[in-house]
């Protein structure tokens, strides 16, 4: 791959997709740098997305996350993995750049909700049940928006590396 192609892959999709993960592992095999958005936030606010969202609302959040992103997707030879929310809006292929792979990672609510746990401390909505039926719903109103990406990878059963290679794969073909 060469200047001239893509120079930053951006992953969108729900809690749970494996984004984190993807983002360091392809960032680790294309030599260029993974930038989680999520703990971004958290540095720059010094304190964890839940109590942002407790004690400040989630207006304010988006509102950091947007600025957050926006820098991020500044940076070349990135690999941006960014939180749940930031691509469920429909207008959010307007913030990136040209030169711009976005790949929506798909993955179940079911097996998101596995992969993150109900654990009250990292995700207390989820530890209740209407919490779990409150992620499915917002998961489900995201779809059409996560769908907007370039390219789609189901994530429910591949591995990390599975998945790395797939976006691999596509990034050899555009070049």
Do not use: C
């Not at 993807?22 to 030599?31: F, I, T, Y």
């Not at 691509?87 to 609510?109: F, H, K, N, Q």
Request: hydrophobic share 40%.
């Amino acid at each position: 791959m060469t200047d001239a192609d893509v120079d930053r892959v951006v992953l969108v999709g729900f809690m749970g997709a494996g984004k984190s993960a993807v983002a360091d592992r392809l960032a680790a095999r294309l030599d260029w740098t993974a930038v989680d958005t999520d703990r971004l936030i958290e540095a720059e606010v010094g304190r964890s997305i839940p109590t942002i969202f407790a004690k400040d609302g989630e207006a304010y959040f988006r509102e950091v996350e947007r600025r957050v992103v926006a820098e991020a997707l500044g940076s070349r030879q990135v690999v941006v993995a960014t939180g749940g929310g930031w691509a469920g809006r429909p207008d959010w292929l307007d913030d990136i750049p040209p030169r711009s792979l976005t790949v929506w990672l798909d993955v179940s609510t079911e097996t998101a909700l596995e992969r993150v746990g109900p654990d009250p401390r990292d995700r207390p909505l989820l530890a209740t049940e209407e919490g779990r039926r409150e992620a499915d719903r917002r998961h489900e109103g995201r779809r059409a928006s996560y769908a907007l990406a370039d390219l789609r990878v189901d994530t429910n059963v591949p591995t990390v590396d599975d998945v790395s290679a797939r976006i691999l794969e596509v990034l050899a073909e555009s070049s």
